[in-house]
């Protein structure tokens, strides 16, 4: 896209980074995509001043039209993010931005639209039949992040499909065995209500590690999340191997119950997180937690299972949200 003018500015801001990238559309309808400028939420006081950076890291003016996935519900004037300080006012991010148009949706939502958009070669299968994403129906997307991520879409044919978005993150942790238990008590210690993203998210890990820890009674350094992911993955502690290990098999457990409630016919697995432990995931007990569902297990094993593994879906699907609003004749 360098020497092109661009069309759009797409924004995915989540709990803990947001990214920006310039968009251009094709005559074709396709959309091409600028590599990303990725900033720290925390280092910013609100989306005002991260936008000023953006704006100054850019070589060559910045187009007058945005779409923004936001970490949250993105209903109403005002949205506040779910996992980090920053309160959106959509309806003033025009003058506020600098802003002609502007399309504005959830974070998950968006990742639905890239899931419709992307081609079969940008997803890897995990399990259940080998086919490519079903061209009607309904297909979940699930992504593990700094929360959890829910959303769903329905296909009509290769063109037609609606995004539904939704908090399914913030649905009760149900438990599927003994450690799952423990985990839930403990985290009942301190919460009045527990969500299955305080379990089946980066941060979760943490507090699966300290309760097998504890089942195990050991004494193990305060950890962070970061840390235990990488000493997992490395191979470098066992018990962070296991909390890997029961990771997945939540996840499992989570993705199987969300496409029983959407009536889905695929599921994919979407996020940074999914992405770095694709590997993990296909040789994990995910598959037979996510098939384990009693009377409707041979049903389970009849959904394909695919993670997608475009580099940025938030930035992709909220570019697809904004064509389809503003430029789609059919919109």
Same mark, same amino acid.
């Given at each position: 896209?360098?020497?092109?003018?661009?069309?759009?500015?797409?924004?995915?801001?989540?709990?803990?980074?947001?990214?920006?990238?310039?968009?251009?559309?094709?005559?074709?309808?396709?959309?091409?995509?600028?590599?990303?400028?990725?900033?720290?939420?925390?280092?910013?006081?609100?989306?005002?001043?991260?936008?000023?950076?953006?704006?100054?890291?850019?070589?060559?003016?910045?187009?007058?039209?945005?779409?923004?996935?936001?970490?949250?519900?993105?209903?109403?004037?005002?949205?506040?993010?779910?996992?980090?300080?920053?309160?959106?006012?959509?309806?003033?991010?025009?003058?506020?931005?600098?802003?002609?148009?502007?399309?504005?949706?959830?974070?998950?939502? $968006?990742? /639905? +639209?890239?899931?419709?958009?992307?081609?079969?070669?940008?997803? =890897?299968?995990?399990?259940?039949? !080998? *086919?490519?994403?079903?061209?009607?129906?309904?297909?979940?997307?699930?992504?593990?992040?700094?929360?959890?991520?829910?959303?769903?879409?329905?296909?009509?044919?290769?063109?037609?499909?609606?995004?539904?978005?939704?908090?399914?993150?913030?649905?009760?942790?149900?438990?599927?065995?003994?450690?799952?238990?423990?985990?839930?008590?403990?985290?009942?210690?301190?919460?009045?209500?527990?969500?299955?993203?305080?379990?089946?998210?980066?941060?979760?890990?943490?507090?699966?590690?300290?309760?097998?820890?504890?089942?195990?009674?050991?004494?193990?350094?305060?950890?962070?999340?970061?840390?235990?992911?990488?000493?997992?993955?490395?191979?470098?502690?066992?018990?962070?191997?296991?909390?890997?290990?029961?990771?997945?098999?939540?996840?499992?457990?989570?993705?199987?119950?969300? $496409?029983? /409630? +959407?009536?889905?016919?695929?599921?994919?697995?979407?996020?940074? =997180?999914?992405?770095?432990?694709? !590997? *993990?995931?296909?040789?994990?007990?995910?598959?037979?937690?996510?098939?384990?569902?009693?009377?409707?297990?041979?049903?389970?094993?009849?959904?394909?299972?695919?993670?997608?593994?475009?580099?940025?879906?938030?930035?992709?699907?909220?570019?697809?949200?904004?064509?389809?609003?503003?430029?789609?004749?059919?919109a």
């Amino acid at each position: 896209m360098q020497g092109q003018a661009s069309d759009l500015v797409a924004l995915d801001i989540g709990g803990t980074h947001a990214r920006f990238a310039l968009v251009r559309f094709a005559a074709d309808g396709s959309i091409a995509m600028d590599d990303p400028i990725t900033l720290k939420t925390s280092d910013f006081v609100s989306l005002q001043t991260a936008w000023e950076e953006f704006e100054n890291r850019v070589d060559g003016p910045v187009p007058r039209a945005a779409a923004l996935a936001l970490a949250g519900p993105a209903t109403g004037e005002t949205v506040r993010l779910t996992n980090n300080s920053w309160a959106i006012h959509t309806g003033a991010l025009d003058e506020q931005l600098g802003l002609d148009r502007v399309c504005v949706l959830n974070d998950f939502a $968006a990742v /639905a +639209h890239a899931v419709a958009r992307a081609p079969e070669d940008q997803f =890897l299968h995990l399990t259940g039949p !080998e *086919t490519p994403l079903p061209l009607n129906g309904t297909i979940s997307v699930i992504g593990p992040g700094t929360g959890l991520g829910v959303a769903h879409l329905w296909r009509s044919g290769a063109e037609h499909y609606h995004v539904q978005a939704s908090e399914g993150g913030h649905i009760n942790f149900a438990p599927t065995d003994h450690i799952e238990d423990a985990i839930l008590s403990r985290l009942r210690a301190r919460h009045r209500r527990v969500s299955v993203e305080r379990v089946v998210s980066g941060p979760g890990i943490v507090e699966i590690y300290n309760t097998l820890a504890a089942l195990e009674k050991k004494a193990v350094d305060d950890l962070g999340d970061r840390a235990i992911w990488e000493r997992g993955m490395k191979r470098e502690d066992k018990l962070a191997e296991a909390a890997i290990e029961h990771f997945c098999l939540a996840l499992g457990s989570a993705s199987g119950d969300y $496409a029983l /409630a +959407h009536g889905s016919r695929a599921v994919v697995i979407a996020g940074g =997180l999914g992405y770095r432990i694709r !590997e *993990t995931l296909k040789r994990s007990g995910f598959a037979d937690r996510f098939r384990f569902k009693g009377r409707f297990e041979q049903a389970m094993m009849r959904l394909p299972v695919k993670l997608i593994t475009h580099p940025q879906p938030g930035l992709f699907g909220a570019a697809a949200a904004f064509q389809r609003e503003h430029l789609s004749e059919t919109a």
